[in-house]
């Protein structure tokens, strides 16, 4: 699976962003997709996930609330829906992709699927 994470920008502080992570390859319905997120000089952390079917959605406690996951395995594309951004929401923003079938899968080295980053800049 080959992913690619667009439509990152810069917003204003309660301001809203979407996500979408485009992927390739026949085995995207078949893994659960999530979010990470690493700002200048601090560790890449979890944001939130989605199951395989989209049935089963789990979330940063910082961002519940606030964002929402979604997929649709027909077009082979996740989404994040980013809502009330604060200025500590901005990061690099990564999607990813897990097919070891554990859920919630929050820790980064557990995803064998990576895409290229976009950023997320929120003004105060």
């Known amino acids: 699976v080959q992913l690619q994470a667009s439509g990152g920008g810069l917003v204003q502080a309660g301001g809203s962003l979407r996500l979408s992570c485009a992927a390739s390859?026949?085995?995207?319905?078949?893994?659960?997709v999530g979010w990470f997120r690493q700002a200048p000089g601090k560790e890449r952390e979890f944001v939130a996930v989605?199951?395989?079917?989209?049935?089963?959605?789990y979330y940063e406690d910082s961002v519940k609330g606030r964002f929402t996951i979604s997929r649709d395995n027909a077009k082979n594309i996740m989404y994040l829906q980013m809502n009330s951004l604060k200025p500590e929401d901005t990061a690099v923003y990564y999607c990813?992709?897990?097919?070891?079938?554990?859920?919630?899968?929050?820790?980064?080295?557990?995803?064998?699927?990576w895409g290229q980053g976009t950023q997320v800049t929120v003004s105060s």
């Open positions: 990813a992709g897990n097919s070891r079938g554990f859920f919630p899968q929050i820790k980064s080295d557990r995803y064998d699927y």
């Open positions: 989605i199951s395989w079917s989209g049935d089963r959605t």
């Open positions: 390859g026949p085995t995207f319905s078949a893994v659960a």
